[in-house]
Nanobody, 114 residues
């Protein structure tokens, strides 16, 4: 499975942005997709997950502001981020999990700043 993340950029506090993760290869093997982020000097933490039943899970820090979704027709997973804060500034990574392996895409940078 290959993953391509996109959509990062510079956003003002309170703004919104959508990240996308396009998957290719053996996408039928994907059990769930995670979005992780890594801010300056911090560890990589998971912020959201969606499984094949479209059940979503969120970190407390983003709950109510971020929404993860799947467009199965084009093998793309989106992360819509609202009410962005400077603390959301990070490199965001999408990651896919199959039964026996985890795959990573390249990161996309989100900067929240006025």
């Amino acid at each position: 499975v290959q993953l391509q993340a996109s959509g990062g950029g510079l956003v003002q506090p309170g703004g919104s942005l959508r990240l996308s993760c396009a998957a290719s290869g053996n996408t039928l093997s994907i059990i769930y997709i995670d979005w992780y982020r890594q801010g300056p000097g911090t560890e990589r933490d998971r912020v959201a997950r969606i499984d094949t039943h479209d059940t979503a899970y969120y970190a407390d820090s983003v709950k109510g502001r971020f929404t993860i979704s799947r467009d199965s027709a084009i093998d793309t997973w989106n992360l819509v981020m609202n009410s962005l804060k400077p603390d959301d500034t990070a490199v965001y990574y999408c990651s896919a999990r199959s039964r026996d392996k985890r795959f990573w895409g390249q990161g996309t940078l989100l900067t929240v700043s006025s």
